[in-house]
């Protein structure tokens, strides 16, 4: 099997005692569009920086195409695309300008530079827009644009750091029709870092979780979904705070999995929905816990995030739940 990526002990320690990434092992395969999810602080954007030969990581390995990233630099270099979180296109200039420019940055052959960059613009819908000032492209066509600009080199994997952060949904489905396009036309590798759990869910061929700088858990959406077993109770509680006696009640409980509690909702994991939830009511009503609706579903993977990582972003941009799984640590800042 091939790899696009590798990595074995991943260490990256800021200032002497930050530890952002803290022994990462990681394997994605070639042709897989890979998503990596974790709360803000988790060690993504470290990550990704390291992969890109940004960074250099305090200890560990790791490997693009089998090209060790600190000593192969200068040829990692030639088989990725980046495109970073912060805008990396010039607003006073048009698209077809932008291109030019990476496609001097990249060595493309004068000769051929003009077909490369309308075949691009074609490719992303932006051609008739080419000559438009980027000041006054939407959201959806500046990200497009910038995947335009890193796809120039046709590169064998792809690197996109919340590629589609602040889009409404019509920019985001646009953006990630282009990515599985290039998937399936060109066999590029996407490796990209979201708190889109419907983005992960939908397109990932493969997800995994970081955690304060570890790895803690990976598979397909489905098996991630699969692997907190059974069904989720979701109850909607009133102001009232569930305390950790009561908590501790409810884990103990038969056919529990386990138990996590945001700022109104407490989700409980059981084997079996209908015969657990008596039980559980029970404990709610002696702790004098007011629930103000109950939902039973399968696990998502919002579930999965907040099991997993402790912290759940919303399917809007900026909205976010801090939540607690009992015997995790939660999330920090962003990196």
Known sequence: MTFAIA????KKVYKGSVEALAGVDLDVKAGDIFALLGPNGAGKTTLMRILTTQFKPTSGEAHIFGLDVVREGAEVRKVIGYVPQETSVWSDINGYEN????AKIYGLPSRSRKEVI????????LRAVA???VKNYSGGMIRKLEIACAMLIR???LFLDEPTLGLDP???????????SFKEEFGTTVFFSTHYMDEANAYSDEVAIIN???MVTSGTAEELKHSLRGELIKFSLSDRRVDEHTLGRIRGLERVNSVVVTDSTLNVTVEDAETALPGVMDVLRSGEISVVRIATTKPTLDDVFLRYAGTMRGSGAGARTTGRVEGEAGGNRRE
């Open 7 to 10: 990595t074995r002990g991943l």
């Open 99 to 102: 291109l030019l420019i990476y």
């Open 118 to 125: 309308y075949d691009m613009l074609e490719s992303m819908g």
């Open 131 to 133: 000559g438009q000032l």
């Open 155 to 157: 590169p064998k994997i």
């Open 170 to 180: 019509a920019a985001r489905i646009a953006v990630w029709e282009k990515l599985t």
């Open 212 to 214: 304060v700088g570890r």
